[in-house]
Structures are given as C-alpha cells and as structure tokens.
Nanobody, 123 residues
Framework: QVQLVESGGGLVQAGGSLRLSCAAS????????MGWFRQVPGKEREFVAS????????DYADSVKGRFTISRDSAKNTVYLQMNSLKPEDTAVYYC????????????????WGQGTQVTVSS
C-alpha cells in the first residue's frame, strides 16, 4: 500500500510563500504520477499540479502557473509544492495524491491520498 503524508501548510500573508512536502512510502514510485489538489468547503477538489516520477514532466492549473512549482526528490521519496506570490484565493486544504499511469487532471483518476494540510492566505 502507498502512504502519503503532507506537511508544510500554515498561515501566510498575501504575496508570501510556502513549501508543501509530501512524503511517500509503501512501494516503488517508478511509473507513478504525483499530484497536488486543493479543496475549499462546498467546492470540488481541484487539480493544482502534477509530476511524473520517472521523467519529471510537470503540469499546472492555469490559476497557479508561474507562481507554483512542483518537484520531486527521488532519493527522499518526497514531492514538493513551492508556492510563491500567494493570494487569498489560494486558501484551501491541499492534498497530495498518487496514481500509477500517465498524468490526469481528474481527482477520480488518483488512487492514493494524503490527509491534507491547510493553507490559509490572509489579505
């Protein structure tokens, strides 16, 4: 089984930065796609970014392009989400997710999820 544990959330002022981490364990991640999603109460969980474990190919939601960067450290089995120029509308619970296969935008394509970490951006 795959276990994903997020950390790094918190409260930050608009314009600030945070780095989220997702520690992955349980099986090899060769062939996996790792994703970050976020959710606010009453709304669907939405795609933020993804990265392929093998080739490091990345993809981003339009709302975060140029501000967020996803990366992975294969030696540490950890995926990161560097978030810069944060806005109040980035406030959400951020989830790390994994799937074995090509990148997908839909949350339903991901089989493994972390518990989430809260990010709050004050104006």
């Amino acid at each position: 089984q795959v276990q994903l544990v997020e950390s790094g959330g918190g409260l930050v002022q608009a314009g600030g930065s945070l780095r989220l981490s997702c520690a992955a364990s349980g099986r090899t991640f060769s062939g996996a796609t790792m994703g970050w999603f976020r959710q606010v109460p009453g709304k669907e969980r939405e795609f933020v970014a993804s990265i392929t474990w093998n080739g490091g190919s990345t993809d981003y939601a339009d709302s975060v392009k140029g501000r967020f960067t996803i990366s992975r450290d294969s030696a540490k089995n950890t995926v990161y989400l560097q978030m810069n120029s944060l806005k109040p509308e980035d406030t959400a619970v951020y989830y790390c997710a994994a799937r074995y296969g090509a990148p997908r935008y839909s949350r339903y394509a991901y089989d493994y999820w972390g518990q989430g970490t809260q990010v709050t951006v004050s104006s």
